[in-house]
C-alpha cells in the first residue's frame, strides 16, 4: 500500500511512487523543500553499527509518533535546505538491513514504506525513501542500545520541527492512553452505525453483505442546503458497481448527522448511511440461489465465491471517498465487513425476539461444478454470520487501485475461510487480479473495471 503524505506530495506535485529521479534532484537548492516536521535529509546510508542503528530507529520512530514523514536518503543538505546529490546504492540487502533494524529496535515495529528511485545513468544507484504514516499504534519506543549515556531520557522520540525531542513520562502516559481510548471508540463507533442500518433493514430475511469503514482520524462533512444540492447530485450519479457504466441511487435524504443514500425500496435494494465525520456503512443484497422443497419452501441459500467478493470490491472505494472527498478525513481507516444469512443473524438483534418470524434459512458459499452447474460445497456446514476487520488506506481505496485489491483481498479470504475456503483465489494478497474467476455475473465487470484502471498485468 502506498503512504500518502499530503504535504509532502503538494511540494513534489505528486504521489510519492510516482517520483522520478529528476524531480527529487531538482529540490537542491529549494528553501521550501527545508527539512521540517514531516522531510528529513539523509547524505548517505545509516552506519551499520549500533550507533547507526539507533539513529535509523529514533529517525523513523518520530516520524509515526508526531504526523508522519518522509526521510530521503541519498541527498545533502545546509542549514536543513537540500544542497547536494548523493546517490546511495539501492540493493536488497541495504533495504533487508534497514527493514531488520526497525522491526527489532522499535516497539510496537514501526510502519513505514521503502520506495527507490533510480537514477537513470546509473542503474543501482539513486534515492532511497522511507515513508512514515502517522501511526494509530503510538506510542512507539526506541529498543536499540544506547549509544551515548543519556539522562532522564525516555525512548520515546517524537519529530518536532527539524529535530528530534524526546518524550517526556507524562507524554508516554497520555499518548498510550489516547491509543487504547480511540480504539475503544472507534470499535464502538462501528458497531453503534451498523446497529443502526441493520436496524433499519431488520426485516430482510436474505444474505447482505454489510461493510463500514471508520476513519481513524475523523473529517467533518457540512450539510447545508447548498451542499446537499451537491450531494444528492454526485451521489445520484455514482456507479456502485465497477464495471457497469449505470448510476445504481435512486434516493438521497437527510439524517440525523449523516445522508441516506438507497436504491430503492425493495427488499432487493442497496442503503447506505454516510456519516458527517466520514464514517459510513453499506448494506448490500447477495446475489446467488434458493434451494427449495417440494412446498417451495426455502432450505438453503447459496452464493459463489464473486458473488461475495465483487460487492465487497464496489462498497469499499464508495465508502473511502465519502469519507476523503466529502467529510475530508485521511490516513487509515478501521474496515470491517460482516456477511449474514438474514439479518436477524447480525450481532446487534441477539436480544429481539420475534416469535412470528421465520427461522434463519442455511447459508454457503459454494463454487458452481462446471461440469453440472450445481453447487460444489467446500464444507458441509452453514454459517449464519461471518465477520472480517482490517486496517486500510482511505487513498487506496478511493483511488480504487491496487491498494484496493489488497486491502479487499485481506478481508474477502478472513471472511470466506468461515465456509472453507484458505483464501477466495480471486485476488491475492500483493494485488492480484483474477477476473475469470468471479461468478458469470460478476467476472465481465470486473474485468471491464480492471482493464479502465490498469490492473490486468500482476504487481
Known sequence: MV???GRIEGLFGRRLDELDYQTIAELVGAPEAAEGEDLDYKQDHYRADDRGREELAKDITAFANHIGGLLIIGMAETHGVPSKVLDVDLDDARLRHIRQVIVSNTAPPVPYEPITVHNPDAPGTG???LAVPRSPAGP????????????DTLRYPRRGGSRTEWLTETDVATAYRARFTAAAEREQRLADIEEDLVDVLAARTTPHLIVTLIPEQPGDMVIDSARFTRYQQELLGTQLFLGQQ?????RVSVGPRRLIVSEGA???SARAELHRDGSATIALPLSGRIHVDDYEEPQRHTAEPG???YPLLCALPFLAAHARDRAAASGLAQAS?????DMAAHPSQDRVLEFERPGIVPFRVDRIDPGTGRPRPLTPESYPRATAAASVLLDNLADQGRGLLQATAALADELLQAYGYPETGLITRTGELHPAGFSQRTCGA????AEQHGLLNPP
Open 337 to 341: 465487513v460482516t456477511l449474514v444469512a
Open 127 to 129: 534515492f532511497l525513501l
Open 246 to 250: 449505470v448510476s445504481n441511487f435512486g
Open 266 to 268: 425493495g427488499r432487493y
Open 307 to 309: 458473488d461475495v467478493v
Open 140 to 151: 512507539h519506543a526506541v529498543t536499540a542500545p544506547v549509544s551515548r549515556p543519556s539522562r
Open 3 to 5: 503512504t500518502r503524505l
Open 446 to 449: 470486473v474485468a471491464q473495471w
